[in-house]
């Protein structure tokens, strides 16, 4: 079976030069917790690693929204799934991969730090996620794209400060995970269920949802939720899904240099000529003139 590290449809990867790492390593914020890589690998079809004790050098963190993958680890092999994460300890042997047939879609990091111990330990097996109406993936995503995003501008001390504090939070995120959920839950409790199934939309932004996936998350038929969707919102379920999903590419073409053909694999559609005909319908342009036009 081919294995291969890197070079998938859609990847995006920043992996920080030596130079910079090591002096970001000496700064009295970095020493505590600083990024060394960062990147999403949308279905990686035969990723695999393999890291001896030696080459293990930082924390890595993977995260599995799509498909499914394995790791290996203290002679122990564990599958993972979509919504789970795990660490991997440094200076410790181990390997991992994507499933052949239900390749998995991960985002990654691989950090360091004084403090990075105290985020990854009892991580060292997969870890759910499960998405509900208080979980706030989206929200979680959202702060790992400023990560990527702020990185990709350049190395200056500012972006370098922006990014630590921001991973500070997202690795909170996860270790506290009841807390992170638990902080927005007074206003979800208030949703009705409209409101919770867009929530739900929104949580699941980068996934093919169905309407039998929105029916059984509200616990209703797939008419009953169609009508009275329609009369609320004036849409039909999927529909607003994708007027959401196409809101999203919209962000990503105006404050990111991904290209069109990766924000169109990010958000579930599998074929670009598709996606630039829903775009059109949806905002009544290309996407590429939607770039080009000014704003603001």
């Given amino acids: 079976m081919a294995k291969i590290k890197s070079g998938f449809k859609g990847e995006r990867a920043i992996v920080l030069p030596s130079a910079v ?3 970001i390593a000496q700064d009295v914020l970095g020493k505590e917790l600083h990024i060394t890589d960062i990147g999403y690998y949308p279905q990686a079809s035969y990723h695999y690693r393999e890291r001896t004790k030696e080459e293990a050098e ?4 993977i995260y599995c929204v799509e498909g499914h993958g394995w790791f290996s680890i203290n002679g122990n092999k564990y599958s993972v799934q979509s919504n789970q994460f795990f660490i991997l300890p440094k200076n410790t042997a181990h390997s991992y991969g994507s499933d052949s047939k239900d390749p998995w879609t991960i985002y990654w990091i691989h950090f360091n730090g004084e403090k990075a111990s105290f985020f990854a330990n009892g991580f060292d097996k997969p870890t759910n996620i499960t998405p509900n109406s208080d979980s706030r993936i989206e ?5 790992f794209e400023e990560i990527f995003y702020t990185l990709s501008k350049g190395y200056s001390k500012n972006n370098f400060y922006y990014a630590i504090t921001s991973l500070f939070y997202f690795l909170g995120s996860m ?3 009841g807390e992170y959920r638990e902080s927005a839950q007074p206003q979800n409790k208030q ?3 409209i409101e919770d199934i867009i929530h739900y939309m929104r949580e699941n932004i980068e996934k ?3 309407l039998s996936d929105l ?3 509200a616990g209703l038929s797939s008419s009953h939720l169609s009508s009275i969707f329609q009369k609320k919102t004036g849409y039909s379920p999927l529909r607003y ?3 959401l999903r196409i809101q999203e590419a919209c962000h990503y073409l105006d404050f990111t240099d991904m290209k069109i053909n990766q924000i169109c694999h990010k958000f579930g559609f599998e074929d670009a000529f598709y996606f630039t005909r829903i775009f059109t319908q949806v905002m009544g342009m290309s996407p590429s003139k939607y770039r080009e036009q000014k704003k603001g």
Avoid at 58 to 61: A, K, M, P, Y
Avoid at 139 to 143: A, H, M, S, V
């Fill in 208 to 210: 093919k949802i169905t």
């Fill in 21 to 23: 790492v090591d002096s």
């Fill in 215 to 217: 029916a059984t998350h």
């Fill in 58 to 61: 930082q924390f890595i963190l």
């Fill in 241 to 243: 899904f994708t007027h």
């Fill in 175 to 177: 270790k506290f995970l």
């Fill in 139 to 143: 929200e979680r995503l959202r702060l």
């Fill in 191 to 193: 949703m009705d269920i």
